[in-house]
């Protein structure tokens, strides 16, 4: 019996944490490679962190960056199938500490054809 409170206890602590975990509004940063066929594309939070609210607009133009931390959101359609095409390629996702923080910052980086259209990462 012991043994089966643990287990839904467990269960109910891990389901809570997902239920509050809030995906952070990204910025994407190209970072060029010379002599290489492909850009690399850097995604990080937004400084101060916005949260993206999903509840408010059903009807979002949202991309999920991978590892699930990151999201960004689009004004059109057109803006969002361009830089979905360009994020095809995930190399990875990582968290990295910053100096006298002690919480953890989400990064997704994704591999690009050199030249390709990414809007969102030249401003």
Do not use: W
Request: hydrophobic share 50%.
């Amino acid at each position: 019996m012991l043994k089966h409170l643990t287990i839904c206890a467990a269960l109910i602590a891990f389901t809570s944490n997902f239920a509050s975990a809030q995906q952070r509004e990204a910025m994407l940063q190209k970072v060029e490679v010379p002599g290489a066929a492909f850009d690399l594309v850097v995604a990080m939070p937004k400084t101060p962190g916005g949260v993206v609210d999903l509840s408010e607009s059903p009807d979002a133009l949202v991309i999920h960056l991978a590892g699930g931390e990151l999201a960004l959101g689009f004004e059109s359609a057109e803006q969002m199938l361009k830089t979905f095409d360009s994020l095809r390629s995930p190399v990875g996702a990582f968290r990295v500490q910053r100096n006298g923080i002690n919480s953890l910052i989400p990064v997704a980086v994704y591999m690009t054809p050199k030249g390709g259209i990414l809007a969102s990462a030249e401003k």
